[in-house]
């Protein structure tokens, strides 16, 4: 977005006149991201970065570019590009993977000028979590949904989530995860109706709101139900 401001105005006891602004096109260099974080799931990965901001707090980046593999440089799969978002959403749900140990990277792109990549995160075994605790419950939805659920748990120690492709409404969809150690988590659903990985306008939420209460986990839980709502803002 052009932007631009004029010299230095000193107002004392006058009107001030030709206080000019020159409003320019702004060229910002792409910045590697930082913060690179992966979470499995059964043929999924939760991707988490941290974002390029510039001393305005914009977000630099237009999109931003995944690259995975089973090799060591994650250089094997077929990188995927996604939208930027601005600095408020920094999830991307990575589909179609093969279970297995996984290599991961990412970079930023600034209308089609790619930084550099950041460090390789990995291996990441990618398949469903095992063992531990297992949370199950019901999501209801506020309407049709024409992409997948995602279900999960965060803390700032991990997520665990899994994918229900075809959601039904009305009624309510049952989910399980399993693998989820003891600790105090947030629960969320995300139906991502244009099925892009992103949470953006027009998918069914609960993010903005941490998932509701805290989740305290330290056994098997079957009653962990979330009703999402069809709200755009709140």
């Not at 570019?65 to 990188?79: E, L, M, Q, R, V």
């Not at 291996?123 to 309407?143: F, K």
Request: charged letters at 10%; glycine letters at 10%; hydrophobic letters at 35%.
């Amino acid at each position: 977005n052009p932007a631009g401001n004029s010299a230095t105005a000193n107002v004392t006891n006058a009107n001030l006149a030709s206080i000019n602004v020159a409003v320019t096109n702004r060229t910002p260099v792409p910045v590697t991201p930082t913060g690179l974080s992966v979470f499995p799931a059964n043929s999924l990965a939760l991707i988490q970065y941290d974002h390029a901001q510039d001393a305005n707090g914009e977000e630099i980046a237009t999109a931003y570019k995944i690259y995975f593999g089973t090799d060591s440089n994650a250089s094997n799969g077929t990188p995927v590009t996604f939208a930027a978002q601005g600095p408020s959403e920094n999830i991307y749900i990575l589909r179609n993977l093969t279970n297995g140990p996984t290599f991961f990277k990412i970079s930023a792109l600034v209308n089609g000028t790619e930084s550099a990549t950041s460090s390789v995160v990995g291996p990441v075994t990618i398949g469903a979590t095992t063992g531990a605790n297992t949370v199950s419950g019901l999501i209801t939805l506020p309407g049709p949904a024409t992409g997948p659920l995602y279900v999960g748990l965060y803390s700032q120690t991990g997520v665990y989530f899994v994918r229900i492709v075809s959601p039904s409404f009305p009624g309510s969809n049952s989910y399980s995860i399993s693998g989820v150690p003891s600790g105090s988590y947030f629960n969320f659903a995300i139906v991502d109706n244009n099925n892009d990985g992103e949470i953006n306008v027009g998918d069914f939420d609960n993010t903005d709101n941490d998932g509701g209460p805290s989740l305290p986990v330290s056994g098997n839980i079957s009653n962990a139900d979330i009703t999402l709502t069809s709200a755009v803002s709140t």
